[in-house]
């Protein structure tokens, strides 16, 4: 069965700096991988998403993620943080059937 | 605009009462998904259903139940209310053809607090 491994529950950043959130996840076969942001008492909206192809990929609000099957890693990145980014980002993997979520990184922007 | 719509956004019950967690999609998306967030974990899937007339249990024990009546429609009912079911319920829909391929739409979510 696929899982996800997020291993930062929390990370600061300042605003204008660079950005890298880690998610590994554990599956046998080529995985469907998500990347997702969730507002405070909102639901989970879909950031980017890779299947095949090239490895970086790019999202929406200027994020991108890069897949590395060496790593079992799909690390999401963004080159400037705007104070709006500040949410919960949920790493998924999908075996096209299901999904599953890793626990969450919550990202605070200081000024 | 398609989207998909979860009533109450918050919701305050006491011990013992009944409550169904509304759901509906504009999408005419025949997978729907319950999932119950708490803070600092993963989402668990407590019930799916792959189109009308079918519901399953996901992989979190839960006290609930779902019916899938019509394709649009998805509530999540509890019969009797406990505070251990004080949750965030998130409820999601994505096309036939694969999950991978098109990934999910979630709602906003319910907020449930059982005193």
Redesign the interface.
Known sequence: AQSVTQPDIHITVSEGASLELRCNYSYGATPYLFWYVQSPGQGLQLLLKYFSGDTLVQGIKGFEAEFKRSQSSFNLRKPSVHWSDAAEYFCAVSNNNDMRFGAGTRLTVKP | EAD?Y?TP?YLVIGTGKKITLECSQTMGHDKMYWYQQDP????H?IH?SYGVNSTEKGDLSSESTVSRIRTEHFPLTLESARPSHTSQY?C?SSKSG????Y???????T?LTVV
């Open positions: 998909i979860q956004r600092g974990m993963e989402l899937l799916y998130l999601a694969g999950v991978g391929s990934g999910y739409t979630f709602g906003s979510g907020r």
